[in-house]
Structure formats: C-alpha cells, structure tokens
C-alpha cells in the first residue's frame, strides 16, 4: 500500500526563491515563482497582471520605476479582478446629488488602494486610458481624486478605467456647503497670520533700532511706526480672540481667549497712552510677536482635527449603490441606482456580485456568502424562494432576485441603524480640562499680583502681569495632546490602521481584555482547498480535476480549480471532457482520455493528520470508481495570525475568542493559536450581552454580526476584507487583512499615552515656573513672548522623538 | 552734520523696505485667495516624481487596451 502522501509541495518546488510581485510587491506564492529568476517578470496573482497588462499597454510603465523610489505610506495589496457597475455614476438623478463644478462635470472620488507616490502619478494620468478626461487631482491627505469631465466623458469610463489599474473609487457625496465653508474660513486664518507677521517682523527692526539707542527725532519716528503697523494687528488679525472672548463672556464660562484678548486690549491700550506721553513703556513688539504666535499655534491645532475628525472612510459603501434592474418581458438588464428599484422588480446578479437589495430568489438555484449576516464561512444553498440580503455576496451562478427591500428597509440598514444610535459618550480630554483649570489660576495669580504690585509704580506693576498673562498662556498644554495624537494616528496610518478618532488612542491604550472574533478575523473568512492528499497511486490529478470542475460554478469547483491551478501549472491542458455532468449538490463527474472520473463529497474519517483546521467538507476525486485523492477545503487560518497572537499575548493578560461558528472548528482555530478561551455559537445579540459590562474590552471583528457588540465594547477595531458595516461602529479599521497590525497598533497607543503624560507634565512645569519669575518682575514682555513658544517647541521635540523614533514591532 | 544725511537716507529706505514687505503680503494674500494653500500634503510628494526622459514618451501611438478579463473561469 502506497503511503498517503501530501502533495502540496514537491521537493523541487520548494527550492523555488521568494520573489516579489513585479506589480504590488507583494512575495508571491512558490508555486508561481518555480524555475523563475530575481529579474524575471513574476506575478501573485492574476488581477495584477492583468493590472500591469493595462499599464504598460498604454505607455505608463514609469509606475514602476516611481514605485520603486517612492515609501509606502499605506500597505500594498493585489489587485482586485472583481469589478463593480458604474452605469449609475451617469444617471441625471445621481449626477444631481454627487457632481458639481460648470455644467455638473466635477466629481468627488475616495479612491482606495491607493499606497504611494506612484498611485498618485498614476491616476493623475488616467487620461491616457480613459479618453473624456479634462482633469484629475487627487489629494493624498484625504485619498480623495476630482474629477473633471471633458466634453464626451462619461464618469462610468472614468471609474471603470480606475477599476482596471488597480483602484476602486467611491463616490464622495460630503455636504458641498460645510466643506466650502470651512476652507473659506481656513483661507481668512492665514491671511490673518500673513498680516500679523508682517507687522511683527517690521515692528521688531524697528524696536531694535529703539533698543539699540536711537536718539530723539529717530525714536520718535520708529515709535510712532511701530504704533502704526500695529493697528492692523489689533483691529484685524487679533479679531478671533475679541470674538472667542466676547462670546465666552456672554456664556458665562472660561475660556482661553479671555486673558488673551484682555492682555492685547489692555496692552495695547497702555502702549497707545505711553506713545503720546512719551513713556518707554510701549509693547507693539511683544504684542504683535504674541499675536502671530497665538494665531499660528491655533491654526496648526485647527488643522489637526479637521484632518482626524472628517475621514471619508469607506464605511458608507456597505451595500453597492447600483443593481441591474431586470426586465422580464425585454430580458434584458439595465444598471440603476439603488434608490430607484421598487419592492416587485426584479435584479439580476452576476456571480461573484454584492447583492444590493433584501429578497427572494425568482429564478436561479446556487449559493450565496452570507458571511455578512450571519458570521458563517460556509456558503448556504439558495433554490427557488430563497431570501437573500442586501449585503451578501451571490458565490455561485448568477441568479434573478425578486426584490422585497430596498435601502433603508433592508435587513443591514435596519442592524446598522440599531447600532448608530448608541452614541458613545464624548471624552473629554485631558488636556482641555487642565488647561481650563490652569487658567482660573493664573487669572487669580494677576488679580493677587495687581493686588501685591500696589506699592510699585503703575508702569512696572503693569509690566508684570502683561508678562505674566504671556508667559502663562497655556499654548503649549492646549497644544501637547492633539500634537501627538496626530503624529500617532500617521504612525498608525503607516502601520496598517486608520482612526476614527482622537479619543480612540486613549480607548486603546486602556484596553486591558482582548476579544477576538474568528470569521474573516483569524480566518480567511472564505472556502479554500487546505489539503490535496494522494491516497493511491502518486499522481494528484490536478489537470483532471482542473477540467472536470471549469464548467461548474459551485464554490467548491472554484476552490479546487484556483488549488489545481497553482499546484501544477505546466500539466494544465485543454483538453474536452467527454459525458460532463454535475449533479446539483453533489458533485462532477466526466471522461477523460478513456477513465471515467468523479469528484463529489466524501465523509472525512482520516484521524491520523493532527493539522485540523477549521475543516468544513472533503471532497475525493475518483478514477474508475477508485478514491485516488482526497480534497480537504475549509476556512484557512491567516498566516500572520500565529505571530500576532504571539506578540497580543505578550501584550494582553486577557484574551478570549467569541464567534457564531460551531463548537469545533472554533476550538480548532483556538488551540492552533493558543487561545485558550473560547465561546462559540454566540449570536449577534449575546456578543453584546457578553461585552456591554466590560468597559476596558477591547473587541476585534468584522461583519454586520459584530456590529452591535463593537458600539458596546470599550474600544473596537475592525478587520480589513470584512464588511464595512463595521466601519461604522468600529473606532479603528485595519487596513492589512487579519490581525496583523494589531500588536502595533496598541504599542502606538500605549506610547502616545505616555508621551502625551509627559509633555502634559512639561508645559505644566514651563508654565507654572515662568508664572513664579514673572510674579517676581524677573521677566520682561517681550522675553515672556519669545519664551512661550519656547515651550511648545519643547512639546513638539518630545513627541517627535517618542513617537517617530520609537522601536517598532518586529515581524518574522 | 553726517547725522543729518543719515536722516535723509532713512526717510527714502524705511518706504522702501515697508514697500517691499507690502509687496510680498499682497503676494501672499493673493496666493491665499486662490487656492494655492488648500492643500499642503500633495505637492509635498509631487515634486518628487521625475519627469520620463523625453526620448521615450510617445505621445503617439498610445494603444487604447482591451479590458478583456483574463479569467481562467471560462
């Protein structure tokens, strides 16, 4: 008896060097990189080479050669070979909604997959694929592309060409209005900063000639110049503190802008009598240096959050945004948008589409991925009647669905509408609070010294508690948190995951218990042939199996024809099957060169493999009515998963897995990783039950399934290839498949806790300590300024240093 | 004597130096106004993608390709 052996890799192959997809980079796998040399054009999979068949067909091969040069500042990934129906993009009731600009030819689209440089040359000049093209930009900040239209082009070309290089673009519908608003108001900051420093500047050569010792009819000259330019500084650039402080007054609260704007009026006040008097004592230079440093320090915080709070993240495109209306009479099939399909009609999916709409199933018998719903890897069988949801995706022939609802109606809506309205409570930062605090003291620190200063001339008196209000300004405590919070959420940017918000590093580094989903979290999430074993003889039958299932759509063909592809490509021929038949649910069966051969489900009772994976059926394919190879296809665990639980566990005490699968192949998933909690068979509603008391959870997930347990969690984190549902109650998505950014992600959030305690504890000392000279009339006005932002320079090293020069997480 | 011709000199250069800095104000507002600031991070990595060198491009014959999916499932 031949011993069984494993045929997934041969001795031969497995010498076979480690080479790099010459489109994404990406290692590609050893079975495609045989008998291939470091210089040779190699590729991971199939949608990359047919991205770099388009690239280098229309002359762009400099991609590369930019790519080469350029750091990644978001992972790599293959390219995609599903495309989506833009048909809708040109529909006059969506032009309406999403296009702008002269005669509605701009439009906004968030590209994804977009990871360097050379993304960006390369869609800029997407006009040599697609013709229609006036213009595109795209923005790296927000990975956001405008595009504007030519006279002939259509937006459909436009996506669909994007589509094809590698880039799925989604349309931006962002309110035209808030954004117009607030880049106007971003414009008005700078001019305000433009002017204030132009004054400052002329004002400081001035006051240093006043300094230096300029005599009677040159002093005189300077100082009613100085006095001069200062106007524009304290009538137009010094505006916002009025206003900050005006309406903080009329509400009665503290706020920074008090002392500001009570500083500069009462500054410029006493500087304005001390010019026609004659007196020394003017402070234009310390004034105006103050304004502009204020003004700039500001606008950098403005800047932060604008760019943490407004992400257009692809949670919105859970379910796709058009459907192919199908009309029965005509037979014939036309692409609309979602909105426009009534409970009634009917659609058409092709295979390998997300299904757009809740319903039944009119004609067509196959499977669909009702991953999304239910966490469940295994395809379920759909017949005549079957409901289907808006959501999941049609794995099997394409079928004709009879629509119940749409949009809002949709089972998916209806979960993530649940999930929305659980608002988690705003924190407040730290920050705020002490600089709130901070402030009441130093305000009762000038009253005190007004009080104490009595005996002193008014002039030195006066001079005090301007220095005092100066150097006590709390630019740098304002400034130390969302300083590094935005440093970190680039270091997480480049790590692999994207932030919802500020607040969400906090949560993160709190965390103390991890809670692992395993669908699509640990798991490819996706049927796949794990084992192609040889139980007689020694060939393994790929050619044969690779004909016997082209024909079929089942998802289990795919798998074993994607497996027999890979495992021996040069066998592969062409050759037509005699006598092809397939038996719906169970399996394949045909003739070739004279041996009849049958592949179809087969119990699996082989016991003496100790690899179980989350193991779901086995099929055997037989020659002449003799099992010859035995086929084992499941829910592979993700290569990276092992190492990363090892570093979460390094990094966790506590770490459970909680899944809606079975009992047993999530404890076979469990123990492969060390895990040694587990629940299964949890449902939606006991996921959250499970997390709603445990404030410092941290929970990691994907699917509509996770949704409601993520918005109760202390913090969640969603996985990448998972449904963007959870998008939407998630606080951070990874952007790498499975786990792997993970242990990253919390040494980013754990390291900016500390940095951030630390500059918090620097700007206080800084502060507190300038407060005490400056009480004491050690400090003048215009050292007071210039010592100030002295000290947010100081917050600023400190969380460079911290953050981007950290020891980073080593992979093996 | 010789302060009084510094005198002279000062009252041509402050003008003129204010004039110059004026300039550059407008410059900036008028840079402000039309859009060059609005977006800081993109240009940053413009700036490094070279030029192809000119004796390759062909702005010619640029063959339009076919969008022929190339799938194995028949």
């Known amino acids: 008896m031949t011993p069984s052996l494993s045929t997934e890799l041969t001795s031969e192959k497995k010498s076979a060097p480690i080479l790099a997809c010459t489109h994404c980079g990406l290692p590609v796998p050893k079975f495609r990189a045989a008998g291939k040399t470091e210089s040779e054009i190699v590729f991971c999979c199939e949608g990359c080479r047919t991205v770099y068949q388009i690239i280098t067909g229309c002359s762009l091969e400099q991609y590369y050669a930019i790519k080469k040069q350029s750091a990644f500042f978001a992972p790599s990934h293959p390219a995609s070979t599903v495309y989506a129906r833009y048909g809708y993009l040109d529909d006059s009731s969506v032009k309406e909604k999403f296009a702008y600009g002269e005669n509605a030819r701009s439009m906004d689209f968030y590209i994804e997959g977009v990871h360097c440089v050379a993304c960006l040359w390369l869609i800029e000049r997407v006009g040599q694929l697609v013709p229609g093209i006036q213009n595109i930009q795209m923005n790296l900040g927000s990975f956001v592309a405008k595009v504007t239209l030519a006279e002939k082009g259509t937006f459909a070309a436009v996506a669909e060409g994007l ?13 035209r209005q808030a954004s117009d608003l607030s880049r106007a108001e971003n414009r008005k900051d700078m001019i305000r900063i433009g002017v204030a420093g132009f004054c400052m500047m002329n004002i400081m050569i001035l006051f240093v000639s006043i300094y230096a010792g300029a005599d009677k009819s040159l002093l005189s000259l300077f100082r009613w110049l100085s006095g001069a330019l200062f106007i524009p500084v304290a009538i137009y650039a010094a505006a916002p503190f009025y206003q900050g402080a005006l309406s903080a007054f009329r509400a009665r609260q503290i706020h920074i802008d008090l002392p500001v704007a009570g500083a500069i009026l009462i500054g410029s006040a006493a500087s304005v009598m001390n010019l026609i008097t004659g007196s020394e004592h003017i402070y234009f230079d310390s004034l105006s240096a103050f304004v502009f440093l204020l003004l700039s320090a500001r606008y950098l915080l403005k800047t932060i959050h604008q760019k943490t709070a407004s992400q257009t993240g692809p949670g919105e495109f859970l379910v ?41 199933v009119a004609e067509g018998f196959g499977y669909a991925d009702f991953h999304m719903i239910s966490g469940e890897s295994k395809p379920v069988k759909l017949f005549a009647g079957s409901k289907v949801y808006a959501g999941t995706v049609n794995v099997g022939p394409s079928l004709i669905i009879r629509v119940t609802a749409v949009g809002p109606r949709t089972r998916i ?22 600089a709130k605090r901070y402030l009441i003291t130093v305000l009762m620190a000038a009253g005190g010294l007004v009080i104490s200063c009595w005996g002193l001339t008014f002039a030195a008196g006066f001079d005090r508690v301007l220095s005092l209000i100066i150097i006590a300004c709390p630019c740098a405590l304002a400034l130390a948190a969302p300083l590094a919070y935005r440093l970190a959420w680039r270091e997480c940017a480049m790590a692999g995951a994207l932030l919802k918000g500020t607040s969400t590093l906090d949560k993160l580094a709190q965390a103390k218990k991890l809670y692992l989903d395993k669908t699509g979290t640990l798991t490819q999430g996706c049927f796949e042939v794990l084992e192609w074993q040889i139980v007689e003889g020694n060939e393994s039958l790929a050619s044969e199996a690779y004909l016997l299932e082209k024909k079929s759509l089942h998802p289990i063909a795919f798998a074993v024809r994607d497996y027999a592809l890979r495992l021996e490509p040069e066998k592969m021929t062409d050759v037509e099957v005699q006598d092809w038949s397939e038996t719906f649910g169970t399996g394949v069966s045909g003739t070739l060169h004279e041996k009849h051969y049958e592949i179809k489900g087969v119990s699996d009772m082989d016991s003496d493999h100790e690899q179980v994976f989350s193991i779901r059926s086995s099929v055997g394919i037989f020659e002449n009515g003799i099992l010859k190879v035995r086929v084992r296809l499941g829910d592979r665990i993700r290569e990276d998963s092992a190492e990363a639980m090892r570093q979460l566990r390094s990094q966790f005490k506590s770490i459970e897995m909680i899944t809606g699968d079975r009992n047993e192949p999530a404890s076979a998933v469990a123990s492969r990783l060390g895990i040694s909690n587990v629940t299964a068979q949890m449902n939606p509603e006991a996921k959250k039950e499970m997390l709603q008391h445990e404030p410092l959870s941290l929970m990691v997930g994907d699917g509509a399934n996770d949704a409601a347990a993520m918005k109760v969690a202390g913090v969640a984190v969603a996985v990448q290839g998972s449904i963007e549902a959870s998008f939407q109650c998630a606080d951070a998505y990874l952007t790498t498949p499975g786990i792997r950014a993970l242990p990253e992600l919390i040494s980013i959030a754990r390291r900016t806790r500390a940095v951030v305690r630390t500059t918090l504890t620097v700007s206080l000392i800084y502060n507190l300590s ?43 | 004597m010789e302060k009084k011709n510094l005198m002279e000199v000062i009252l041509i250069l402050l003008p003129l130096a204010l004039g110059i800095a004026l300039f550059f ?32 491009t062909s702005t010619q014959n640029l063959k339009k390709p076919s969008f022929d999916k190339v799938d194995e499932r028949g």
């Open chain 1, 163 to 175: 589509e094809h290089i590698g880039y799925k673009p989604h349309p931006v519908c962002e309110s």
């Open chain 1, 320 to 360: 796709p945004k058009s459907a192919l209306r199908y009309d029965a009479v005509t037979q014939k099939n036309e692409a609309v948008a979602v909105e426009n399909i009534c409970p009634g009609e009917q659609v058409w999916v092709p295979q390998g589409e997300v299904i757009a709409v809740d319903g039944e």
């Open chain 1, 413 to 434: 809506e209806a979960l993530l509408r649940s999930v929305v309205n659980l608002e988690k409570p705003k924190t407040i930062q730290a920050s705020d609070l002490a």
């Open chain 1, 770 to 812: 300038g407060m005490v000279l400056a009480l004491l009339g050690m400090v003048t006005p215009l050292v007071a300024a210039v010592v100030m932002p002295l000290s947010s320079f100081t917050v600023l090293a400190i969380s460079y240093a911290g953050l981007r020069w950290r020891k980073k997480i080593s992979w093996k």
């Open chain 2, 25 to 56: 104000l407008i410059a900036f507002i008028w840079a402000v106004r039309s859009g060059q600031f609005d977006d800081t991070t993109t240009p940053a990595y413009r700036i490094l993608i070279e030029d192809a060198p000119l004796s390759e």
